[in-house]
């Protein structure tokens, strides 16, 4: 059974930083990549930020490059997104996502699995 668990959302005042953590288990052999998404009130949930499981290679949403990272540790099969220079804008419940789809996909509908999220909130 596979299970994705985040963590480490809160408040934060506008410029700071947060660290969110996805740990993943029971995840197929066969699956490709582990992205991040976010959905704030009233919107549909958007793709922030994506990374191979295998290899180094990223993709993020024009809207948090240069200011958000996502990175992985192997051994503890958990995918991290450092979020800095918060803003307002930011604020949503952030989701992690595992999927077998070819490639670093940008919509929903790339990714199989799915965390129960974690919320943002920045303060201005």
């Known amino acids: 059974q596979v299970q994705l668990v985040e963590s480490g959302g809160g408040l934060v005042q506008t410029g700071g930083s947060l660290r969110l953590s996805c740990s993943a288990s029971?995840?197929?052999?066969?699956?490709?990549?582990m992205g991040w998404f976010r959905q704030a009130p009233g919107k549909e949930r958007e793709f922030v930020a994506a990374r191979k499981w295998s290899g180094g290679s990223t993709v993020y949403a024009d809207s948090v490059k240069g200011r958000f990272s996502i990175s992985r540790d192997n051994a503890k099969s958990t995918v991290y997104l450092q979020m800095n220079t918060l803003q307002p804008e930011d604020t949503a419940v952030y989701y992690c996502?595992?999927?077998?789809?070819?490639?670093?996909?940008?919509?929903?509908?790339?990714?199989?699995?799915w965390g129960q999220g974690t919320q943002v909130t920045v303060s201005s």
């Open positions: 996502a595992a999927g077998r789809t070819f490639g670093l996909p940008r919509t929903t509908s790339g990714y199989d699995y």
């Open positions: 029971g995840l197929p052999f066969n699956f490709n990549a």
